[in-house]
T-cell receptor, first 114, second 111 residues
Framework: GNSVTQMEGPVTLSEEAFLTINCTYT??????LFWYVQYPGEGLQLLLK?????DKGSNKGFEATYRKETTSFHLEKGSVQVSDSAVYFC?????????????FGKGTRLSVIA | GAGVSQSPSNKVTEKGKDVELRCDPI?????LYWYRQSLGQGLEFLIY????????KSGLPSDRFSAERTGGSVSTLTIQRTQQEDSAVYLC?????????FGEGSRLTVL
């Protein structure tokens, strides 16, 4: 079956440090890939996505590139801020209907300290 | 409202009681999903509705769990004879064109 594996946290960084959160996936077809973020006390919200190989999703300074050869979708940010402290979830979706349920990783908690 | 609304936000119940959790999706969103978020377990898919029908119920953990959706809108997740291992945050999401919009969840504590 489909699955997503992401690095376990928690990850603690100083402000302005470089962030990488690793995510790899297993899928039978050609999935779409997503990063969702959950800020403290809030619901999950979409951070970025990529729908085909070599696509790069980007938002709020975060980037992730869909690598089919390594089945990866690592999340990166060049300079984190305290406000980036949250739990980050990697997810995949298969199917063309656009409404196929997402399969999520376990989440990685990021804490950024000033 | 503008977003996905879930109620109650917090529910404490005794083992063996039944609970109902409600989800009010974004107006016009045809797809609705229930997930369970447990500490250290990530998001576990429970059930998915397209309109009022549920093409995928594969994630419901036992026959104590059921869900319905009426009028293509509000959905109710019912857990009968709750057990302590049912304690979790139950998340609802809706979508129209693939992007999921989540509610803030219902935190269930079974004593």
């Amino acid at each position: 079956g489909n699955s997503v594996t992401q690095m376990e946290g928690p990850v603690t960084l100083s402000e302005e440090a470089f962030l990488t959160i690793n995510c790899t996936y297993t899928a039978t077809g050609y999935p779409s890939l997503f990063w969702y973020v959950q800020y403290p006390g809030e619901g999950l919200q979409l951070l970025l996505k990529a729908t085909k190989a070599d696509d790069k999703g980007s938002n709020k300074g975060f980037e992730a590139t869909y690598r089919k050869e390594t089945t990866s979708f690592h999340l990166e940010k060049g300079s984190v801020q305290v406000s980036d402290s949250a739990v980050y979830f990697c997810a995949l979706s298969e199917g063309n209907s656009g409404n196929t349920p997402l399969v999520f990783g376990k989440g990685t908690r990021l804490s950024v300290i000033a | 409202g503008a977003g996905v609304s879930q109620s109650p936000s917090n529910k404490v119940t005794e083992k063996g009681k039944d609970v109902e959790l409600r989800c009010d999706p974004i107006s016009g969103h045809t797809a609705l999903y229930w997930y369970r978020q447990s500490l250290g377990q990530g998001l576990e898919f429970l059930i998915y509705f397209q309109g009022n029908s549920a093409p995928d119920k594969s994630g419901l953990p036992s026959d104590r769990f059921s869900a319905e959706r009426t009028g293509g809108s509000v959905s109710t997740l019912t857990i009968q004879r709750t057990q302590q291992e049912d304690s979790a945050v139950y998340l609802c999401a809706s979508s129209l064109l693939g992007e999921l919009f989540f509610g803030e969840g219902s935190r269930l504590t079974v004593l």
